[in-house]
């Protein structure tokens, strides 16, 4: 899951997996993000260490909807999740048609059906090691 490449300076991230697809270049990080907008991508593992097993942010799509999540460890080693929180939906408590994983249902509160704004937050987290900014994240119950 890690990359062979060369630490690229341009981006935070250390570890990037997709559709098989494992270098951190200008060019791979573009088409993951092209293939996030378009949804013709099913996952996507971005990590802030080489073995990606510290923080990482992880996007899984379907039919339209995003489910990002960033995993962290806080000093005591306790892992905390992060979702983002879709503003058209606060209040829904219906389940989105993409899971984390394949396997955690997510409900429409935490799931973005905006493919763009999913791959923004994608594309700032692999710049910049960050959550995205302009939308509100809440820790995983």
Not at 100 to 119: F, M, S
Request: with cysteine; proline share 4%; aromatic share 10%.
């Amino acid at each position: 899951m890690s990359s062979t490449a060369a630490p690229n300076n341009e981006f935070a991230i250390r570890s990037l997996d997709f559709d098989g697809e494992d270098s951190i270049t200008r060019e791979s990080v573009d088409s993951m993000i092209q293939q996030i907008r378009t949804g013709r991508i099913e996952s996507a593992f971005l990590s802030l260490d080489e073995y990606g097993e510290e923080d990482f942010l992880t996007a899984d799509i379907k039919d339209g909807w995003a489910a990002l999540a960033y995993n962290t460890w806080d000093e005591t080693g306790y892992a905390h999740q992060y979702r983002p929180v879709n503003p058209a939906y606060r209040d829904s408590t219906e389940d989105a048609p993409v899971e984390i994983g394949g396997q955690t249902p997510v409900r429409k509160r935490n799931a973005l059906d905006n493919l763009d704004l999913a791959a923004e937050c994608v594309l700032h987290f692999a710049k910049t090691g960050e959550l995205y900014p302009r939308l509100e994240w809440e820790e995983a119950e």
